[in-house]
Nanobody, 121 residues
Framework: QVQLVESGGALVQAGKSLKLSCLASGDIFEIKTMAWYRQYPGQQREAVATLSNGFEPDYTDSVAGRFTISRDTSRHAVYLQMNNLRPDDTADYFC???????????????WGRGTQVIVSS
């Protein structure tokens, strides 16, 4: 079974930096898209940064210029470098991937369990 596991969430002061990591494990044949989403309490999950094969990274306006998404294809990993954090970045951050396991011919959409980021003022 393919799983995504996030790490790196923490409590930090405004203006500081964090780097989130997400590793996909299992019998993975190909990963087409990896992304970071975040969710505020009582609100819908929203895309923060997305990276698909053959495309430039896509960022939501509120993080553009501060966050950087990157991938390590050989490790089946995606990272989110978060600089100049602000209190409104406080949320649960989730890793998302569109991938194809060896045993399936269809694309599978997979979510991690999330990691919490708290930015204090």
């Amino acid at each position: 079974q393919v799983q995504l596991v996030e790490s790196g969430g923490a409590l930090v002061q405004a203006g500081k930096s964090l780097k989130l990591s997400c590793l996909a494990s299992g019998d993975i044949f190909e990963i087409k898209t990896m992304a970071w989403y975040r969710q505020y309490p009582g609100q819908q999950r929203e895309a923060v940064a997305t990276l698909s094969n053959g495309f430039e990274p896509d960022y939501t306006d509120s993080v553009a210029g501060r966050f950087t998404i990157s991938r390590d294809t050989s490790r089946h990993a995606v990272y989110l470098q978060m600089n100049n954090l602000r209190p409104d970045d406080t949320a649960d951050y989730f890793c998302y991937a569109v991938l194809r396991p060896y045993y399936y011919s269809d694309w599978q959409r997979t979510w991690g369990r999330g990691t919490q980021v708290i930015v204090s003022s």
